[in-house]
């Protein structure tokens, strides 16, 4: 999933464009020219990795394989680099830069994102001809923008009806932000859809109807929260979320300022109600039932991850574990990090669990009370003895004796 790093810390100052840093650990990453040739700082090329992590290549397709997974130059014999298709450049001071795509992939919240796969989906609603979708920046944000040609006789869809179209085989961040419809698709000389001569979308137009102002006080908090995360001058009370632009992610914000004024919203609420009147309806009407929140002991049933994990009796499940290596600023207050590791074990019910196969070919989990006594969570030792610690602490844990977590220091 990642490469490449780039640590901030607090004070420092955030460019516009933020680097993506260095290669991780036992990751290489070069930039290279279409002969394969190093660029020097300052020079774009395309960036391609290579080092432990590496996948194999594409399940069932020799092809992509081949034209993505190249023979490492640079690397021990036999080894491969990946061909991302993003193209970078060094900084003087050795970090990677973001320039573009090589190709016509865009990139989005994160996510790579084919713009193609989109249109194929748009031109399968009947009363699309043609469709090409493009990223525009937006307030500061990347949007996805779709064009539209009619088929023959076809009126304009509803925005709504299109997004639900879209949003029955696609996530929510490659549904596009707005729809416009255009007599046809300009074209450059070579036949290529020409991106600079499409009109710019209204951001705005994501309402279905004539404004409504708010009327109710509910109403009115709401509208003025969309409004300043959406980034427009007014909301209106059938106003859809996702057609003004929103997404997952402002959604949290959205639930997050509502609740600090008081509403009862979860994020999946806003998916299911997404205008201000059917929100401001469901306010407190769907949210959850709050469980006990006392320690958990005793008996408790698998839960379904848990199942899928252990159901198949894998041979080495308590190595089936995650460690991160920390380094301290200064010196470490052992019994301060004690008191808090145990701390965390007491109030965690699932960090005290400990599972037991059964003879019928299940599996059964008990959690010891709170008030048990901890075990030793946290190991002081010698530095030079690292390596061997660690590889101790991943074959010391045990599902049926506990602890699920532990510390060297």
Same mark, same amino acid.
């Given at each position: 999933?990642?490469?490449?790093?780039?640590? %901030? +810390?607090?004070? &420092?100052?955030?460019?516009?464009?933020?680097?993506?840093?260095? $290669?991780?650990?036992? !990751?290489?990453?070069?930039?290279?020219?279409?002969?394969?040739?190093?660029?020097?700082?300052?020079? $774009?090329?395309?960036?391609?990795?290579?080092?432990?992590?590496?996948?194999?290549?594409?399940?069932?397709?020799?092809?992509?394989?081949?034209?993505?997974?190249?023979?490492?130059? %640079?690397?021990?014999?036999?080894?491969?680099?990946?061909?991302?298709?993003?193209?970078?450049?060094?900084?003087?001071?050795?970090?990677?830069?973001?320039?573009?795509?090589?190709?016509?992939?865009?990139?989005?919240?994160?996510?790579?994102?084919?713009?193609?796969?989109?249109?194929?989906?748009?031109?399968?609603?009947?009363?699309?001809?043609?469709?090409?979708?493009?990223?525009?920046?937006?307030?500061?944000?990347?949007?996805?923008?779709?064009?539209?040609?009619?088929?023959?006789?076809?009126?304009?869809?509803?925005?709504?009806?299109?997004?639900?179209?879209?949003?029955?085989?696609?996530?929510?961040?490659?549904?596009?932000?707005?729809?416009?419809?255009?007599?046809?698709?300009?074209?450059?000389?070579?036949?290529?859809?020409?991106?600079?001569?499409?009109?710019?979308?209204?951001?705005?137009?994501?309402?279905?109807?004539?404004? +409504?102002?708010?009327?109710?006080?509910?109403?009115?908090?709401?509208?003025?929260?969309?409004?300043?995360?959406?980034?427009?001058?007014?909301?209106?009370?059938?106003?859809?979320?996702?057609?003004?632009?929103? &997404?997952?992610?402002?959604?949290?914000?959205?639930?997050?300022?509502?609740?600090?004024?008081?509403?009862?919203?979860?994020? +999946?609420?806003?998916?299911?109600?997404?205008?201000?009147?059917?929100?401001?309806?469901?306010?407190?009407?769907?949210?959850?039932?709050?469980?006990?929140?006392?320690?958990?002991?005793? *008996?408790?049933?698998?839960?379904?991850?848990?199942?899928? %994990?252990?159901?198949?009796?894998?041979?080495?499940?308590? %190595?089936?574990?995650?460690?991160?290596?920390?380094?301290?600023?200064?010196?470490?207050?052992?019994?301060?990090?004690? #008191?808090?590791?145990?701390?965390?074990?007491? #109030?965690?019910? *699932?960090? +005290?669990?400990?599972?037991?196969?059964?003879?019928?070919?299940?599996?059964?989990?008990?959690?010891?009370?709170?008030?048990?006594?901890? $075990?030793?969570?946290?190991?002081?030792?010698? $530095?030079?003895?690292?390596?061997?610690?660690? *590889?101790?602490?991943?074959?010391?844990?045990?599902?049926? !004796?506990?602890?699920?977590?532990?510390?060297?220091?």
């Amino acid at each position: 999933t990642f490469a490449t790093r780039r640590a %901030f +810390r607090a004070g &420092d100052p955030l460019p516009a464009v933020l680097p993506i840093g260095r $290669p991780l650990d036992d !990751t290489r990453v070069y930039v290279l020219d279409a002969e394969l040739q190093p660029q020097p700082p300052g020079i $774009p090329g395309e960036l391609y990795i290579a080092g432990a992590g590496l996948a194999r290549g594409y399940a069932g397709r020799p092809g992509a394989t081949a034209a993505r997974y190249l023979a490492d130059p %640079f690397g021990p014999p036999g080894e491969r680099m990946y061909r991302t298709g993003d193209i970078v450049r060094w900084s003087v001071e050795g970090e990677l830069h973001f320039v573009g795509r090589a190709d016509d992939q865009i990139k989005i919240r994160g996510f790579r994102v084919e713009p193609a796969e989109i249109e194929a989906r748009l031109t399968a609603h009947p009363a699309v001809a043609e469709a090409v979708v493009s990223l525009y920046q937006d307030a500061g944000r990347k949007r996805l923008a779709a064009h539209l040609v009619l088929a023959p006789g076809a009126e304009v869809p509803a925005a709504a009806e299109l997004r639900a179209h879209l949003a029955d085989g696609l996530p929510d961040y490659m549904l596009p932000a707005a729809f416009v419809t255009v007599s046809e698709l300009p074209l450059t000389g070579n036949g290529k859809v020409d991106r600079r001569r499409l009109p710019a979308p209204d951001w705005g137009a994501g309402a279905e109807s004539a404004h +409504r102002a708010p009327s109710t006080e509910t109403e009115r908090l709401l509208a003025g929260i969309w409004a300043e995360l959406l980034g427009v001058e007014r909301v209106g009370v059938d106003d859809n979320f996702f057609m003004l632009g929103g &997404d997952s992610i402002l959604s949290i914000q959205v639930v997050s300022r509502a609740r600090a004024a008081g509403l009862t919203l979860t994020p +999946r609420d806003l998916f299911r109600h997404p205008t201000v009147a059917e929100l401001a309806a469901a306010d407190g009407s769907t949210a959850p039932a709050v469980t006990g929140t006392a320690p958990v002991s005793g *008996a408790a049933d698998l839960t379904p991850i848990q199942h899928w %994990f252990l159901d198949p009796r894998p041979e080495h499940a308590d %190595f089936f574990d995650q460690s991160v290596l920390i380094e301290a600023a200064g010196p470490v207050d052992e019994d301060a990090l004690r #008191r808090a590791l145990t701390a965390l074990w007491t #109030r965690h019910d *699932a960090l +005290r669990a400990r599972f037991t196969a059964v003879a019928d070919g299940t599996w059964r989990q008990d959690v010891p009370a709170a008030d048990a006594p901890a $075990p030793d969570l946290l190991q002081v030792h010698d $530095p030079r003895a690292e390596e061997f610690v660690t *590889a101790a602490a991943h074959a010391g844990l045990r599902l049926d !004796t506990g602890p699920l977590f532990t510390a060297r220091l």
